[in-house]
């Protein structure tokens, strides 16, 4: 069965509070989409492989990513050296979450204003599952961070590719946009081509889940357990919850999803790294649940999952693909997100976010080549404040005083430090003022170099920098900073190389990108 997609813009007449209630709609997405996938895994490691066949023929079959992006506009499709002794190959797989308000889910239609009646797609995961079968790691895209979206091809509301009237496909423009706007203008596959041409990741699949699944899923799982740092009171989504544990399911659990105003950080970063949480808790509680095992009470909820979801992969794809991963422990299902930085003030997308090049560049081509990427030591708590360590950080000494050899001593004592040094050299103006000069890209590379720091510098963004900082030293230099920044105390490891007395990871930890797993339980930041 083919569903309909292609989604279009939501005109937002109302403003401010159009803009939340959408706000609102997108969030309880997320606690469903990676939920949904594991829930086939569990279902075909509990049930016999006819029965589940019976299951997913509900599932609605779209167009392979391929008849929209031709193979040259792709990277290459990865592959496994019999040498490294794996068996298969990788599967990078796009999940969108998207939005309706017809049929079941009209009960959540907005309460002011004009009807929702198109379906949305505003949050997108790449899940990446490694060719052994052993590990998983899903990353959150953030949905308003800036991006380069190329040209795509138009679709219609069924996926039909639009044409003109000599027979030559219509195409959407590349752009520079929000990265939730890629399937606006092109659909899945667009969205899917983005992501390709941003981070060089082959996507095998796409998957949608359209469904009512955080009440129906935590209902089904007799809730799902939370321990709360501190009570939450949020008046927009009507969540009360004491400090402690708690067990969230139906409209609860709904409400802690979409929860934003009021809780720590107020922002898209702090609620995916809860919402991440209670993803993780929830599939804690589902493979150690007695409850999915059991077919005859679950049929009809396996069948609302099924029923909800849209793919390019036909169902015998979907049932290996689960056999291949059924085995998988909690501990090696890691979340991350996309590292980003705001745009500073004065920029066009400012209050948005860019992406923080290092890192996601060492993210993805961890992804690529098929590493496994482990927890962070800080469990991916602090989302909103990545950094980066000293051994990423290149930095130009220029010295814009009247003491001599400054420069080199300066780059002597960060060098020290870990931080790579690109040259020394004297300023072409003396200055009052130390400064770091730096392109946007470079954000979180800054903030790591003006923690070193003695001084408080001025800050210039520069398009022409590169990956390079300057730093001017001006009068008010007071030397390096005595007490160091964690990011510069403790330089990140090398990936793949154990810390000093502890064993050797199953994978790499990734410098500024924090992460976690399913296993780990840390308390909710209220």
Same mark, same amino acid.
């Given at each position: ?433 130390? /400064?770091? #000069?730096?392109? %946007? @890209?470079? !954000? ?5 170099? $003006?923690? +070193?720091? *003695? ?26 900073? /005595?007490? #160091?920044?964690? %990011? @510069?105390? !403790? ?5 793949? $190389?154990? +810390?000093? *007395? ?25």
């Amino acid at each position: 069965m083919q569903r309909p997609f292609g989604r279009h813009r939501l005109l937002d007449p109302r403003g401010e509070l159009a803009s939340y209630e959408h706000a609102q709609r997108r969030t309880r997405i997320i606690g469903r989409i990676v939920v949904g996938f594991l829930a086939v895994v569990v279902l075909v490691a509990a049930v016999g492989v006819l029965t589940v066949k019976n299951i997913l023929d509900k599932v609605h079959h779209t167009a392979s990513i391929d008849t929209y992006v031709p193979a040259s506009e792709r990277p290459a499709k990865p592959t496994t050296d019999p040498a490294s002794g794996k068996k298969g190959t990788p599967e990078n797989i796009l999940i969108l979450g998207v939005d309706s308000r017809l049929g079941e889910n009209s009960q959540y239609q907005v309460t002011t204003g004009p009807l929702q009646t198109e379906t949305l797609s505003d949050t997108a995961i790449l899940a990446h599952l490694s060719a052994d079968g052993k590990s998983v790691t899903l990353v959150s895209i953030p949905r308003d961070s800036v991006v380069k979206i190329p040209a795509c091809d138009k679709v219609d509301a069924n996926g039909n590719i639009q044409r003109d009237s000599s027979g030559q496909p219509l195409m959407a423009s590349a752009t520079t946009a929000l990265f939730n706007e890629a399937i606006q203008r092109g659909g899945p596959a667009c969205t899917a081509k983005t992501l390709e041409q941003l981070t060089g990741v082959y996507i095998d699949h796409y998957l949608e889940i359209d469904f009512e699944g955080v009440i129906k899923m935590s209902n089904a799982l007799g809730g799902v357990p939370m321990n709360i740092c501190s009570p939450i009171h949020d008046s927009h989504t009507g969540l009360n919850l004491p400090a402690g544990e708690v067990n969230l399911k139906g409209q609860q659990a709904l409400a802690f999803v979409r929860a934003r105003y009021g809780l720590t950080g107020g922002d898209d970063l702090h609620r995916i790294q809860r919402q991440q949480q209670f993803m993780a808790s929830m599939v804690r509680k589902a493979l150690s649940s007695s409850t999915l095992f059991n077919l005859p009470s679950m049929t009809s909820f396996y069948g609302d999952v099924a029923s909800s979801l849209t793919t390019d992969m036909g169902s015998s794809a979907l049932i290996n693909l689960a056999l291949h991963y059924r085995h998988l422990d909690t501990k090696d299902i890691v979340f991350a997100t996309v590292p980003t930085y705001p745009a500073p003030k004065g920029d066009q997308w400012y209050q948005h976010l860019y992406w923080s090049q290092d890192e996601a560049t060492a993210l993805f081509n961890a992804i690529r080549d098929d590493r496994p990427v482990t927890a962070t030591s800080s469990n991916g708590q602090n989302v909103a404040a990545l950094t980066v360590a000293p051994s990423n950080v290149t930095v130009k000494v220029l010295n814009a005083t009247t003491t001599n050899g400054l420069a080199g001593q300066t780059a002597n004592a960060l060098s020290a430090r870990g931080f790579r040094i690109a040259g020394v050299g004297t300023a072409t103006q003396q200055s009052a003022k130390t /400064t770091l #000069t730096y392109s %946007a @890209s470079r !954000t979180t590379s800054a903030q790591t170099l $003006a923690a +070193a720091l *003695g001084v408080k510098p001025d800050e210039q963004l520069s398009a022409t920098a590169g990956d390079v900082i300057t730093l001017t030293i001006g009068s008010d230099w007071n030397g390096l900073a /005595t007490e #160091t920044s964690p %990011a @510069s105390a !403790t330089p990140a490891p090398t990936p793949g $190389a154990p +810390a000093a *007395g502890s064993p050797a990871p199953s994978g790499s930890a990734i410098p500024g990108v924090k992460t976690t797993n399913a296993s780990t339980q840390t308390c909710v930041e209220g």
